[in-house]
């Protein structure tokens, strides 16, 4: 019996098995607990100017640096915790990228405390309607909420990452046409 293998979205490497286990059971996935939202907007920041399988595959290195993105420790970090992070040869050494991620922290716990959760806060925008669209890297939710956080004081999350952000957590399903995963939102 001759198997063929699955078509993905064009941007999965298929030979990177973490990269097709994040397509196949994470990416597009509506996940909207709060340890989750905080850990996909650290990594998506990271990701400017890279490609996210770079951040991908520094994922777990990521978790224990970041103290398992407990962000109660997180927004704690002072130069003592730069400083190691920026010597830390598995993850992103960015020193503004690092900077941004626990200012960035502590605005995120803002958010959540202003709103009852971060969650409640993107629902403010999205109304809880799921958008359905590919071959897109902005749309007008992703400018909203990118200006938004910007003018709370985040940096890092311009429209292009907060659009991969909510792609990445289910609020824009974003599969190709092509790909199994496919569906149209009907």
């Known amino acids: 019996m001759i198997m063929t293998e699955k078509k993905r979205c064009r941007w999965c490497n298929p030979k990177n098995p973490l990269y097709v286990e994040y397509h196949d059971s994470e990416w597009c996935v509506a996940r909207y607990d709060e340890q989750y939202l905080y850990e996909m907007l650290i990594l998506e920041s990271f990701q400017a100017g890279l490609s996210w399988e770079c951040v991908l595959n520094k994922r777990e290195s990521f978790r224990k640096a970041y103290d398992g ?11 003592e915790k730069v400083d190691e992070l920026m010597n830390n040869k598995e993850i992103i050494r960015n020193r503004r990228k690092i900077e941004a991620s626990i200012k960035n922290s502590r ?46 004081g985040m940096t890092f999350v311009g429209s292009v990452i907060i659009y991969s952000y909510l792609q990445a957590i289910g ?16």
Request: aromatic letters at 16%.
């Open 69 to 79: 993105f407990d962000i109660d420790r997180v927004i704690c970090y002072g130069t």
């Open 107 to 152: 605005i995120f716990k803002a958010i959540a405390d202003e709103y009852g959760s971060f969650y409640s806060y993107l629902r403010g925008f999205t109304n809880d309607i799921r958008i359905y669209e590919s071959d897109r890297t902005t749309n007008e939710l992703s400018d909203a909420i990118s200006k938004d956080l910007r003018e709370r």
């Open 171 to 186: 609020v824009i399903y974003s599969h190709d046409r092509e790909c199994y995963l496919y569906k149209d939102g009907i």
